[in-house]
């Protein structure tokens, strides 16, 4: 059994290697670990950037330019993506199949068009999910707080 699994079902390091030592599997020292937080849902979540080239692309296939300038509308100003930024993600997302290359009749200065495919649509659609999911917890709880 790997210690990861060991901690998980202990709690923390010093009781996991306990058990180890108990059972005679291993006699060296385990060092404290961080444990991070494990999502029980078939992908992680989604950057804000991420979530936002995917809802652009949701509604029609876009260029570079045009997806600045509808994620800024949609995001009401409140989010720029540098070119840099916007290029890395649809690399990722063209690499991860959530994307995909659009051919249009407009072909002047090479412009790449994007389009969702139907994986990047179903993955919006979860990520769209977890967050009013998580929406619905805070409002619910925060009206507990104002009673």
């Avoid at 720029?80 to 690499?95: I, K, P």
Wanted: charged content about 30%.
């Amino acid at each position: 059994m790997k210690i990861e699994r060991i901690v998980e079902l202990y709690g923390n390091t010093r009781d996991a290697a306990a058990s180890q030592r108990g059972r005679g599997l291993t006699k060296r020292r385990v060092l404290p670990q961080h444990i991070v937080m494990r999502h029980v849902v078939e992908t992680p979540p989604i950057s804000e950037a991420v979530f936002f080239i995917l809802a652009s692309l949701a509604t029609e296939p876009r260029h570079g330019y045009s997806l600045l300038k509808d994620i800024e509308a949609l995001s009401e100003g409140r989010v720029r993506l540098s070119t840099g930024t916007l290029y890395g993600a649809l690399r990722r997302l063209l690499e991860n199949d959530w994307i995909e290359r659009f051919e249009t009749a407009d072909t002047s200065r090479d412009k790449q068009t994007y389009r969702l495919t139907a994986l990047g649509r179903r993955l919006l659609r979860q990520e769209t999910d977890r967050l009013k999911q998580l929406t619905r917890v805070a409002s619910s709880n925060l009206r507990l707080k104002e009673v």
